[in-house]
């Protein structure tokens, strides 16, 4: 009697053993499940959603093979971005760029950009007003590339741009009268191209 009561209590207290491990075993599932995964290197440089777009028909427009990947990123050379992971500067100066700047973006978008430089390549295509959407330039750089075509007159939305250097191109036709609204406006570069008035 005395041993089967005895084998009875190793059999119960192998379940309960069981029992406990299995309850373990299921409470460490859930925590580990419900711990939030660490956010990939590519996720923390990743430009805010907000800007993405827009980089990325800036990157194709101007040819910018060195910028790699299916997400903007503010890993990217000449790419600066605030802590919020708006971009707030892009210098492409002397990258041996070959596109257009692009014709057309998003009015949403890179609206903390403040500087932009293309200086020294070979950007091909008209000036578009394209620029006019980057509300927070202050600083625009398209000087020696073969851009063509007029001065767009929308220039004057730009309120903030302290610099506009565009020497060194193929533009032609007058100077837009609106660019004198631009009371920011403390240097201006337009030499070397076929432009009157």
């Not at 430009?47 to 299916?70: F, I, K």
Request: aromatic share 4%; with cysteine.
């Amino acid at each position: 009697v005395s041993t089967q009561s005895t084998g009875q209590t190793t059999v119960a207290m192998d379940d309960c053993c069981l029992r406990f491990v299995l309850s373990l075993l299921f409470v460490l599932t859930a925590c580990v499940a419900a711990t939030p995964q660490a956010p990939t290197l590519a996720q923390v440089s990743a430009v805010s959603p907000v800007d993405n777009d827009a980089l990325l028909a800036l990157r194709d427009a101007l040819e910018a093979h060195e910028w790699r990947g299916d997400t903007a990123s503010c890993d990217w050379r000449g790419v600066e971005c605030d802590s919020e992971r708006y971009v707030t500067a892009i210098d492409m100066a002397e990258h041996s760029l070959t596109g257009e700047l692009p014709r057309e973006l998003d009015s949403s978008a890179l609206q903390r950009l403040t500087a932009l430089s293309v200086e020294s390549n070979k950007l091909r295509g008209e000036l578009s007003s394209s620029v006019c959407a980057l509300r927070a330039l202050r600083s625009l750089n398209l000087n020696y590339n073969r851009l063509t075509g007029t001065l767009p007159d929308c220039l004057s939305s730009l309120s903030q741009l302290e610099s506009l250097a565009a020497g060194g191109n193929k533009l032609s036709g007058s100077l837009p009268s609106s660019l004198a609204r631009i009371t920011t406006l403390r240097e201006l570069t337009l030499c070397f191209n076929k432009l009157d008035g």
